[in-house]
């Protein structure tokens, strides 16, 4: 199994609801990454979890919330979201680092309204 | 800070070779990777480069210069489907981040 699983793929919210992003591998992978991808935009990093620790955060609003239940799961919690956080959230992980390749997801498209 | 520079977009021939280049300007380095991504998918790895010198794989090879700060990735025998957006990345922070470029959309044309 090389695959990272991400759902919902599609989601729509409002500005005032609280929604979760999921993430899942079974590779034992023990990196895992968020990463933020606009239109034509290249992806940028958001978070990096190594062994389910926040070693990472890339200066993101606290209204992005990360959490690394056990090695195999990866959520990011949204609420009070505003319309320029629409964009493709791609999640990645990496047997430990990233200096190795990642394995991406197929993403989750956001649209806040 | 981090500054990784890419052509934004290219043209070329089926069946012909492009060379896809990348500077970069970072705070350490552990190593520079070229990804490929077709709209509306996720990226997919396709080199990894940590010492000078030319890595070669299939129709795909990547070069390195750690000096310079410069890597190219050459697609060799060109093919319709190789029509996507081609993104270095440098690994940084002592291996712990991957910093994405700006990517290069490539177009192959018959």
């Known amino acids: 199994d090389t695959e990272v699983t991400q759902t919902p793929k599609h989601l729509v919210m409002g500005m005032t609801n609280k929604k979760s992003l999921k993430c899942e591998q079974h590779m034992g992978h023990r990196a895992m990454y968020w990463y933020k991808q606009k239109a034509k935009k290249p992806p940028e990093l958001m978070f990096v979890?190594?062994?389910?620790?926040?070693?990472i955060n890339e200066s993101v609003p606290s209204r992005f919330s990360p959490e690394c239940p056990n090695s195999s799961l990866l959520n990011l919690h949204l609420h009070a979201l505003q319309p320029e956080d629409s964009a493709l959230y791609l999640c990645?992980?990496?047997?430990?680092?990233?200096?190795?390749?990642?394995?991406f997801g197929s993403g989750t498209q956001l649209s806040v309204l | 800070g981090q500054n990784i520079d890419q052509p934004t977009e290219m043209t070329a021939t089926e069946g012909a070779i492009v060379q896809i280049n990348c500077t970069y300007q970072t705070s350490g380095f552990n190593g520079l990777f070229w990804y490929q991504q077709h709209a509306g998918e996720a990226p997919t790895f396709l080199s990894y480069n940590v010492l000078d010198g030319l890595e070669e794989k299939g129709r795909f090879s990547s070069f390195l210069s750690r000096s310079k700060g410069y890597s190219y990735l050459l697609l060799k025998e060109l093919q319709m489907k190789d029509s996507a957006s081609y993104l270095c990345?440098?690994?940084?922070?002592?291996?712990?981040?991957?910093?994405f470029g700006t990517g290069t959309q490539l177009k192959v044309e018959l």
């Open positions: 990345a440098v690994a940084t922070g002592g291996g712990n981040k991957l910093t």
């Open positions: 979890y190594s062994y389910e620790k926040l070693s």
């Open positions: 990645a992980s990496s047997q430990w680092a990233a200096n190795e390749k990642l394995f």
